[in-house]
């Protein structure tokens, strides 16, 4: 690895200071797909127009759907696409680069009038669910809006914090907080299938992590969903990140080098030969850059952090049998802090009493067959096996500097997964998708936490097994007219383990009053199954109390209205209410716990399905587009999040922050004597949010006890300070022949604001003091792609 470090950075260093003079108007071949957006047919003979070229060039779609368009000059373009019965497509700002070829899937709606031409608008688009059956609270995002979002840093969760109703739950990772949800309420699909949390650092039951295992060499276009989902996604109650990936190019081997803060990362695609047909592969590799700095003696901070994964996508077609696809993606990453023993230390920063030791290992593997029958059915498979293995150990200095162990966990889980998706078109009204998935899942969970009042480390969890759980769904459109459009289906979910269900009926409304204005109403039952170490919490007499535990459900209620306003700007209210229900709160005490405010983790307690919540407010989108390098989106929400404990008393959660504001802006530069071979881009990012709320501390009772004691009677009535955040993002782009750069500088909290994350009770100073989050912090990159 240090021999790749001594090789690359002289040439990164020499791409940069090179090709001053270069004037040269470089070109690269634009091709790709055009495909029907439901049921997936290729369409052929379809026109593919370079509108933002003099005069315009244009190529047919071949038998296969696929175009090329070779010597397109480089910079973002704009492409038109037409087919008889279809609405017509124009997509915006497709970037086109000298180093790799750009290859796109273009999806095409059929009109209802096959004989009239009804222009489908890029700023219309650019809102647009790829799933054709999500009706409100969902988007699209890019790639490259992971990469140009200030500090989004190639993280699909870090960027969606700037999206309405969306709030990071803490900046040391991504975490993140939907409409006032638990954060392990997302869920994580890749190409149709759930799959573990896809995140470097993360602990066992959560969402998020410290750094996304997710390579952006991988991602093509994605969705993200913030409520009232489609009848195909179940086991969530906030979220869902619906992951698909690109294919490698299957006509030329490609490269991409970077190297930052964040790790070094090397990529490489092409083409691959099956008997008499070619497909493609795509890989990627990634090592932590602190790792690397480590193993030279260089340390930076008090912890040892290493991590590192990779990333695979192969591509097989097969002819009349469809097409095959392998893809997969592994992480492993690990911490390790001594602590200090040195109580003068202590006093000035409390963490240095602590010692840990952090594992987190995570890893999928799929294969995936689809194929076409006729020009109205699709259908896809998918056999994917997944894991996780965590380690979570935390100690404590005791005054005589000896090691109290506090906690001492190990979780082992690895699932099987089969699902099968069928898509048929009846007509042009009227599409059918449905399916289903079986998890076959295996365990080993080891937990025990230090009680206080026995003064022993405590077994809570001891168990290993397995289980199964089985999701069917079926969901129904009907395009009554150009304007109205509804969608309805039914989930439902059986989780062997202890027979327990959930029947969840979906439904949708959109009614478009013209091409610019439409409104829609969206509701959906949606229930999901508790962290699996829950339910084997052991009782006092070593039985599993928590095993009959049902699922989590919630109505989910959305009225939504989109706007579009001349300049490329698009105006998004929702109004949202849901109610949720059959929460576990504590069964044989009357208390305020309730696993509505769980963050992450296996909570030790003994539950029962009898709490509640609700979460209801207003959002505000208001976005530019990508437009003459300027873009814009400022997302605005005002909220409730509240819940019932078994005390019967209703309380703000603990992610109750009444409200979140964010905007993003950034503008794009091309020079070069108008060859747009060089481009430099600022990006800015402020976020301004309530403070998430925390119980009082009860300060005599800290100071008898010796520790932090709270008072749960009032169980989250504070909230912290409001919480602001500025960062900043600058990128200087250059084209050369058959080579392109890029150098990314992002400053996290660029005014290094101290932002409060809570407080605790000190000991030593017998005071209530603040801890806080993440102080200004830089991250660099650079990027060859050839």
Request: net charge neutral; no cysteine.
């Amino acid at each position: 690895m240090l021999q790749i470090t001594r090789i690359f950075f002289p040439i990164a260093l020499l791409a940069l200071l090179t090709g001053a003079a270069n004037a040269q108007q470089y070109t690269q071949t634009v091709k790709g797909i055009v495909l029907d957006k439901a049921v997936k047919t290729p369409l052929i003979g379809a026109t593919v127009t370079l509108l933002d070229s003099d005069p315009p060039v244009g190529a047919v779609s071949d038998a296969e759907g696929r175009f090329r368009l070779p010597e397109v000059s480089v910079g973002r373009r704009t492409l038109r696409v037409r087919y008889l019965g279809y609405k017509e497509a124009v997509i915006s700002n497709v970037i086109v680069n000298s180093g790799k070829e750009t290859d796109l899937v273009i999806e095409l709606e059929e009109d209802l009038l096959a004989a009239r031409e009804v222009v489908v608008l890029a700023k219309a688009e650019k809102q647009k669910p790829l799933n054709e059956l999500s009706t409100v609270s969902a988007r699209t995002f890019s790639v490259e809006e992971t990469q140009r979002f200030a500090v989004a840093v190639n993280d699909p969760a870090r960027m969606a914090s700037a999206y309405a109703g969306v709030v990071t739950a803490e900046d040391g990772n991504n975490i993140i907080v939907i409409r006032g949800n638990a954060p392990n309420g997302l869920l994580w699909r890749m190409e149709g299938v759930d799959i573990p949390n896809p995140n470097h650092f993360s602990s066992v039951g959560s969402s998020g992590g410290g750094i996304s295992i997710l390579s952006a060499q991988l991602l093509s276009n994605s969705d993200f969903l913030t409520g009232a989902f489609a009848a195909e996604y179940g086991n969530a109650l906030s979220g869902v990140f619906d992951l698909r990936l690109r294919k490698g190019n299957s006509e030329k081997r490609e490269y991409t080098i970077q190297a930052g803060v964040l790790g070094l990362d090397a990529a490489v695609e092409g083409p691959m030969r099956f008997g008499t047909r070619t497909g493609s592969y795509l890989v990627n590799y990634r090592y932590s850059t602190l790792s690397i700095l480590g193993k030279l003696g260089v340390n930076i901070g008090d912890a040892q952090t290493d991590f590192q994964d990779l990333s695979f996508n192969f591509w097989m077609p097969a002819g009349k049998w469809g097409q095959f696809t392998l893809f997969g993606l592994g992480g492993l990453s690990k911490q390790r802090y001594d602590g200090l023993a040195d109580s003068l230390q202590w006093e000035d920063d409390i963490s240095k009493q602590y010692a840990w030791d952090f594992t987190a290992n995570t890893g999928v593997l799929g294969l995936m067959h689809s194929i076409v029958w006729g020009d109205n059915t699709f259908l896809k498979t998918v056999v994917a096996a997944s894991g996780t293995r965590n380690g979570d150990r935390t100690e404590e200095f005791q005054n005589d500097y000896s090691l109290r162990r506090l906690f001492d966990g190990s979780y082992g889980q690895s699932k099987i997964t089969a699902s099968s998706v069928l898509t048929h078109k009846f007509s042009p009204r009227h599409l059918l998708r449905t399916g289903g998935y079986v998890n076959f899942l295996r365990f080993n969970f080891k937990q025990h936490e230090w009680d206080d009042d026995a003064e022993r480390l405590e077994e809570q969890i001891h168990n290993s097994g397995t289980a199964t759980s089985a999701d069917l769904f079926a969901q129904w459109q009907y395009r009554a007219t150009e304007r109205l459009t509804m969608n309805a289906g039914l989930h439902a979910i059986y989780f062997f383990l202890n027979k327990t269900h959930s029947l969840e009926p979906r439904a949708a409304l959109k009614y478009a009053f013209n091409e610019r204005q439409a409104l829609s109403l969206g509701y959906g039952l949606h229930g999901q199954m508790q962290p699996l170490g829950v339910y084997f919490v052991e009782g006092a007499d070593g039985s599993q109390p928590n095993r009959a535990l049902g699922f989590t459900r919630a109505h989910h209620l959305v009225l939504s209205y989109d706007q579009l306003l001349d300049g490329n700007w698009h105006l998004k209210p929702e109004l949202y209410y849901q109610a949720l229900f059959d929460a576990p709160v504590s069964r044989d005490t009357l208390d305020a716990f309730s696993m509505l405010n769980v963050f992450d983790g296996f909570e030790g307690e003994i539950v029962a399905n009898r709490g509640a919540g609700r979460n209801y407010g207003v959002e505000l989108t208001a976005e530019k587009f990508l437009t003459d390098g300027f873009y814009f989106l400022l997302s605005a929400s005002l909220f409730r999040s509240e819940y019932r404990g078994s005390d019967g008393v209703w309380r703000n959660t603990r992610f109750d922050t009444r409200f979140a504001n964010s905007l993003v802006a950034g503008k794009e530069w091309n020079w070069n004597r108008g060859r747009k071979n060089r481009s430099f881009g600022v990006n800015v990012k402020m976020t301004w949010t309530g403070g998430h709320r925390e119980s009082p501390i009860d300060l005599t009772a800290s100071i008898e006890q010796g520790k932090t004691v709270r008072d749960e009677t009032r169980a989250f009535e504070e909230r912290m300070p409001n919480y602001f955040r500025f960062d900043a993002g600058l990128r200087l782009k250059r084209n050369y022949e058959h080579l392109t750069t890029t150098l990314s500088i992002d400053v996290q909290n660029a005014t290094n604001r101290e932002n409060v994350f809570g407080r605790y009770f000190d000991e030593r100073s017998g005071a209530i003091k603040y801890f806080y989050q993440s102080p200004l912090i830089p991250i660099l990159s650079y990027r060859l792609e050839f």
